[in-house]
């Protein structure tokens, strides 16, 4: 299946059209620019695109990984591609020399689809690209629904609360955002994100793309049995590398008052979810935002507390200081035999930088006590550099025990229990 494709033969690479929710992050990575969009669709450019994979592990949806096996010269365009309400479906390849020796025979539709289906890539692509975490769920993961509302019919959701979860002192102005749906159905689970429609248009008159928030309730609501959820936004005001910038999305948010409506489609992810089973453990390590679905799952398993159903609970949490730290108030009045909770402070005055993963070392018996349970999972959200160092500090810990964190790690991501979702 990996032998080189005769030379007129392209796995043209597509994104599924039904599922993309328009958040320019394929664009944002593409290493070659061979991603680019009109007001309609997201499209990738045969004649650039090198199969190297990079945009496949940012796209929140999935609908960036689609496949299929072309004659070169038949490649779908730019052109025809925005103009696509969904992919077209798989064509029988013709049968020519080079194909057939390279095992791609007239059967290739067949194989083609499979093939598609796993997204494989190019094989020197295919060697040098690993998915940090899985891209299963856990085993007992309830059923995530996806992709109920879309572009083309987007929900309307009103504002019922927005409240700064920061102090007012520093510089992260995070908010705490409840939306309500009233008598529409929004089913969701922990670790599912949905995408708001920010009003207006960008300096190219088009309208704006759609930006990804994590959930930070739980699946039965903000407010138990209320048909609402939560958001934790961040105001963007500069960019990564400090200069001022005003970020389109994030700003509509957290200015948004009580009773105003928003435009919402969703919900999104069906891999990043919590297991379901009793006496399951979770190591959640986040840092700033990222802490969204971390909330969203302590909240399922403080709302169950007495039931005897809970395993272990173990967070890590990195942010500057405390003050920057959201929900850092109802976080600290949580039991200590609820969760375990370890607080990363970088910038905190008088007190050494510390990251997660310094903590993860410091707690490393812990750590590998639950790692050595089948009932563990591991969740990590928050900035992308985290996620190196993070990998690094749960391969020391394992590796102090004379254990082989390749193993584990091929392990974990196999039975869904590490799962990353980084930005
Ligand atoms: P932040 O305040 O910039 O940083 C939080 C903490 O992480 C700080 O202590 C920071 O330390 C530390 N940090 C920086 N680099 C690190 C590294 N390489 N390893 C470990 N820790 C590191 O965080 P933020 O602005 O809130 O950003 C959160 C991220 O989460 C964003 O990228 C956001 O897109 C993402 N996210 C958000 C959501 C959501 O629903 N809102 C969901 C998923 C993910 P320093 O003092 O060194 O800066």
Redesign the pocket.
């Known amino acids: 299946m990996n032998a080189p494709l005769p030379a007129q033969v392209l796995k043209q690479h597509l994104i599924d059209p039904e599922i993309c929710i328009r958040c320019n992050t394929c664009e944002e990575t593409c290493p070659v620019d061979a991603i680019t969009h009109d007001s309609n669709n997201y499209v990738v450019d045969p004649d650039i695109c090198n199969g190297c994979m990079a945009c496949v592990p940012p796209c929140p949806t999935g609908s960036i990984d689609n496949w299929r096996l072309m004659v070169r010269s038949e490649a779908y365009s730019v052109q025809e591609q925005f103009g696509w309400e969904e992919l077209p479906k798989e064509k029988a390849l013709p049968v020519v020399e080079e194909a057939t020796a390279a095992g791609l025979s007239g059967a290739a539709s067949d194989d083609a689809s499979d093939d598609a289906s796993e997204g494989a890539a190019p094989p020197s692509a295919q060697a040098a690209f690993t998915l940090p975490g899985a891209s299963v769920p856990p085993w007992s993961a309830a059923h995530p629904y996806v992709n109920l509302y879309t572009h083309k019919a987007p929900m309307t959701a009103t504002v019922v609360g927005n409240y700064r979860v920061t102090g007012a002192d520093t510089e992260?102005d995070?908010h705490h955002i409840v939306l309500d749906f009233g008598e529409l159905p929004f089913p969701v689970l922990e670790g599912q994100?949905i995408g708001i429609l920010p009003p207006g248009v960008d300096a190219q008159g088009r309208p704006h793309h759609a930006r990804?928030?994590?959930?930070?309730s739980p699946r039965d609501g903000e407010r138990a049995g209320y048909n609402n959820l939560s958001?934790?936004?961040?105001r963007?005001t500069e960019d990564h590398g400090g200069a001022a910038a005003h970020g389109v999305c994030s700003n509509y948010l957290c200015d948004l008052a009580k009773n105003d409506t928003v435009q919402v489609i969703g919900p999104f992810g069906h891999t990043f979810l919590m297991p379901n089973h009793p006496r399951a453990n979770l190591i959640m390590i986040?840092?700033?935002?990222?802490?969204?679905?971390m909330r969203a799952m302590t909240e399922r398993y403080r709302r169950r507390m007495d039931t005897g159903e809970n395993g272990k609970l173990m967070l890590f949490f990195?942010?500057?200081?405390e003050r920057?730290l959201?929900y850092f108030g109802p976080l600290m009045k949580l039991p200590r035999d609820f969760i375990d909770i370890n607080l990363?402070?970088?910038?905190e005055p008088g007190q050494p930088?510390?990251?997660?993963?310094d903590l993860i070392r410091d707690r490393a018996g812990q750590v590998r006590d639950l790692l050595a349970d089948r009932n563990t999972c591991i969740y990590v959200?928050?900035?992308?550099?985290?996620?190196?160092?993070?990998l690094d500090a749960l391969r020391d810990v394992t590796m102090q025990a004379g254990q082989d964190w390749s193993i584990l790690h091929d392990v974990l991501r196999r039975e869904g229990r590490l799962h990353f979702?980084?930005?």
């Open positions: 992260s995070i994100s990804q928030y994590s959930l930070a958001l934790t936004v961040k963007v986040c840092t700033g935002t990222g802490s969204a679905p990195g942010a500057r200081t920057e959201p990363a402070l970088s910038r930088k510390r990251y997660v993963q959200c928050g900035l992308k550099g985290m996620e190196v160092g993070v979702e980084t930005y």
